[in-house]
């Protein structure tokens, strides 16, 4: 029997090396998931806050350090979720002989320009549009 389905004709590189493999990264996704589901709520709580104040309202809300805080810290679980489900794309449905190296770079790069700007961005409204 050399059949695909036939357990003795499989290498053993074609199971995985330990039982716990991957485990790790599974619960990261399901804790930053969580964590998303309560940030939106606050996201949504503090958007309906904002709403029609204009700029100066806005740039007074994220001035608060909590709020900078929660705000920072939402992008950050966002961009790290974004990237681990990015991951397993590439991982799952690219070939090794395709370059799937180098689109877990693109992805990984990706992250750190997105989370690097998001940072940046929240910092300055904090520091009152100006770095001093």
């Not at 036939?6 to 493999?21: F, Y």
């Amino acid at each position: 029997m050399s059949d695909n389905r036939d357990v003795g004709a499989r290498s053993s590189q074609d199971w995985k090396k330990s039982a716990h493999h991957g485990a790790g990264t599974w619960l990261a996704e399901r804790f930053t998931g969580l964590a998303l589901l309560v940030l939106t709520v606050w996201a949504c709580w503090a958007a309906c806050k904002i709403a029609g104040t204009g700029f100066d309202g806005a740039r007074a809300f994220v001035a608060q350090p909590l709020n900078a805080a929660l705000i920072t810290l939402t992008v950050v679980i966002a961009i790290w979720h974004s990237y681990m489900g990015l991951r397993v794309v590439v991982e799952d449905y690219i070939d090794k002989s395709e370059g799937r190296g180098f689109y877990l770079f693109l992805v990984f790069l990706f992250s750190l320009v997105l989370l690097a700007a998001c940072i940046g961005g929240v910092y300055l409204v904090y520091q009152g549009g100006h770095v001093q």
